[in-house]
Structures are given as structure tokens and as C-alpha cells.
């Protein structure tokens, strides 16, 4: 048999190799949009841990996070902006791009009013949770059973029997909402809070939201995921341990949920699943305007939104605002003046529970004064030439595993001169210790805002050796073939 009828086999067998590497990444390679939405690491100014966060629209929102940090958007970067306050925002709720508001984690209600934000209440001594049903009715919910209503222009106080540390609210309307924090779910009927359930093996839950008066989802500690369908709080089937912080749903068939170690769930198709995460921060807080568009936060100040169109551009905005001045606080009218927990609150269970163990708040963070973390007891001693990030501000009191020390502190070492915030620019001013963590130790397997990209050229560049190098066998094997055709047909002549 001739050689010729073989030559074409080797180049053949070049193509066939060729295309088996290359399709399969040929994903990786087609532009972002191409693949859908998908979560990236926004940049963002150097700042430090956030907790909240919620959207106008796509164009504007807000941020909060230690010691009085806010940051705006406004539609193309995050400007930073800090607050004549030293306790860290934990909660926000826009109404409207004129009008909002703001929870501190020590007990301050704060309101914006289209140009700035100033301090209107502070009825309490700590608070988790806001949510406003309009502008002259909204509650808020904290430590030691506080439950507080905005009404008639007054925020008034009710302190719950249980005495528990509330961490999330909901209101499906004036006369229906949900209260949750410590392990119980409290319901509002128009005219009090009601004990309703407490959760299985004493989790603790840490946010709800609702779709409807028939359906809601509320998570919390050790991956918990709670169902509501208008009669009974059921658990459902969880596909992580680690511990959820918030959730949001935008309808009963899609929902997001985030949590410790950059973990992000999404429920779509009757079920719970894993997605992928840009960052290995704690992320606290989510917010999604629609299927396509969302934004989370963290602690090292990460922020992370959910969108069509791939990595963003590494260049860090900078800060351009200059400080807000806060009002004083009011004395609003119907205040409750009632003592704060002390620094080692001891969680009450629900009426008629057996208590099987204490959860004890230890206070770890000096960079948020009064921003408590909780930990089992005992209570491992802190190290305060390393100064922590609050690792739960949306749960205070949450036994958690508490996290590796972070490298950055808006206040002074204990001892040293305080210097007030009221000083403090998105640029320290002169003299102050403040250590800003860039957008690039946002904790990504990169340690870079050009991660997804990155690993796109990587892969890119892995494809174009593979094809060489078959190249190059393929025309050595050609080759071969040739000098043998030659070989043999100088041995026949």
C-alpha cells in the first residue's frame, strides 16, 4: 500500500486534538456578556468593614460601615464619606433618592434628607435593623428585646418579654410583619408582637424577608435556612454549614443569601444552591434591584456587584466629599429611657424554652467602639495591639467563629490620643492612624480586583501552548512520515 493514501492522517489527527482543547474553553474566552450575569469585585475607595447596603436603582444607593463610614453611589463609582460618628452603620433603607434612613449599631437613627445625613433619634442603646414602611412610619429592632416604632413623628420604645437580641425585621404591611434574632420569630398583627416559633437546634437567626403574608425565608448560624408558607416556619435542606448574615428575595422563585467567607446562595428552581463568589470576606449585607443587577458588602470593605459585563477596570476611585457634619441628638418626643445592656448581656430564651447554654457578647472591636462580636464560652482573650473588625454587626451576639485579626483600625490604640471622626476624610488627616485596606486585599485568590480576568489570560495563554505544542508534534510527526515514505521507496527502487 502507498504512502500517500496515509500522509493525511497525521494532520487529521492534529485537527481532532485541536479542537477537544480548545472548545471547552472556548467559555472562558467569549466576552461576559455571553455568559450571563455573574458577581464581581467592584473598586471602591480605601475604606473599611460594611454592613449595609441598599439601592434607589441602578444609578444610586448607599453604603455603611465602621465608625460612621458611608459611601454613595452615583451610577459609575462609590464616593466615601464619613460621618461625625464613632458607631459603625448597621442597617440603611432608602425610600427614595431624598429621602432615607440609618441605623448605628449603638442605639443613633439617622435620616437623609437628599444632601446630608443627620441624627434624629436615639432612642435605644443598640440597634440591628431598619426598615421604614414610608416616610412617617418604620421600625427598628436591637439588644435586649428592643422593638422600636416610628410614628406620629415619635420613635417609641416596646421592650419584648423574651428580652432577646433581635436582628432582623420585615414588614409585609402596617398590620403584618416579622422580627427575628436570638433563635425566635416574633409576628406583628397590628397591635403587638407574638411569639410564633423558636428555630431548630437553637441556631441563631439573623434576617428575614418576605415575599408576601404566605411567604417569606429567613437564615442564620451553621448555613439555617427557614421557610415560611403562611402557617408554620419550616427548615429546608441547607447546602453549607458555614453561617448566613442577610437575605433577599426578589419574587418566591428567586432569592439571593450571603455569609461567612464570601459565601453566596442563590435559590432559583425550588432549591438552594452555591454560586460563585469573588472574595473570600464575610459578607454581610445584599440588595437586588432586579434578576440581573445586586450589589453585596463586607468586611475589609468589599463590595461586590452582580451584573452583565465582566470585571471591572482595576483603576480605585477616589474620595472627592468632604466630612458630613451630624446634628446632635434629638430628643424625640415618647423616648423610653431604659439602661443598656451591659457589655456581657446574657441572651432569655423564649417564654417557656429551657435554656441548654449561655451565649455570652464580648466586645473584640476597637476600631467601632460598642460594636459587640459574640464567641462561646469561654471567651478567648483579644489582642488588642491588633485591634479586630466587628465580625457581626448585622447579628451582634452571635456565636460565630471569629475570624483571622484584620490589619486596620479607624481609631487609635487604647491609650493613645483619640482623634474625633469628625477629622477622619476618605485622605487621614495628618497625624491619625488609619490604615486603609486597599480594594486589592479584598481576599481573592488573586488579591486583586483583576481576578476574573487574570484567570481568563491564564487559561487563554494554557490554550495557545497546548495548540503549539501540537503544532509542533503534529509537523514532527509529519515529518517521520516522510523520511520513512522516502526510506522506503529507495529500499523498493
Known sequence: MRYGHFRWVPLALVAVLTWISV????????????????WELYPVPPSGSLYAVDMVDPSDGWLGGMVGLMMHFNGSQWEALWLDSQSAIVSIDMLSSTDGWAAAHTGEI????????????????????????????????????????YVNGQWNVLVHESNGWFTGIDMVSATDGWVVGSTMFLHWDGTEWTFISQSPNREWVRSVDMVSSTDGWAVGSSGLLMHYDGTAW???????????????????NDGWAVGESGLI???????????????????????????????????????????????????????????????????????????????????????????????????????????????????QPTDTSAPVQPTDTSAPGQPTSTPAPEQQTSTPAPGETTIPVAQVSATPAPGQTSVATPVATQGTPTQSQTGSSGKSRVQTILVIGIVALLVVGAIAVVGFAGLGGLWLRRRRK
Open 23 to 38: 472548545v471547552p474553553s472556548a467559555g472562558s474566552l467569549l466576552p461576559a456578556q455571553a455568559q450571563g450575569a455573574a
Open 265 to 379: 446562595l442563590h435559590y432559583t428552581g425550588g432549591s438552594w444552591q452555591v454560586a460563585s463568589s469573588p472574595t473570600y470576606n464575610d459578607l454581610r449585607s445584599v440588595c437586588m434591584l432586579n434578576e440581573t443587577t445586586g450589589w453585596a458588602v463586607g468586611r475589609l470593605g468589599a463590595v461586590v456587584a452582580y451584573r452583565v459585563g465582566g470585571p471591572f477596570p482595576t483603576v480605585v476611585p477616589t474620595a472627592t466629599k468632604t466630612p458630613l457634619p451630624t446634628e446632635g441628638p434629638t430628643d424625640t418626643p415618647g423616648r423610653t429611657d431604659t439602661p443598656g445592656p451591659t457589655d456581657t448581656p446574657t441572651e432569655t430564651p423564649a417564654p417557656g424554652d429551657t435554656p441548654t447554654e449561655t451565649e455570652t457578647l464580648v466586645p473584640t472591636d476597637t476600631s467601632a467602639p460598642g460594636q459587640p462580636t459574640s464567641t462561646p464560652a469561654p471567651v
Open 110 to 149: 439617622l435620616r437623609y434628607n437628599g444632601s446630608t445625613w443627620q441624627e434624629v433619634a436615639k432612642p435605644v442603646d443598640e440597634l440591628s435593623d431598619i426598615q421604614m414602611l414610608s416616610a412617617s412610619e418604620g421600625w427598628a429592632v436591637g439588644g435586649a428585646g428592643r422593638i422600636v416604632h
Open 234 to 252: 419550616t427548615q429546608v435542606a441547607s447546602p453549607t454549614g458555614l453561617a448566613l448574615y442577610d437575605v433577599t428575595m426578589l419574587n418566591a
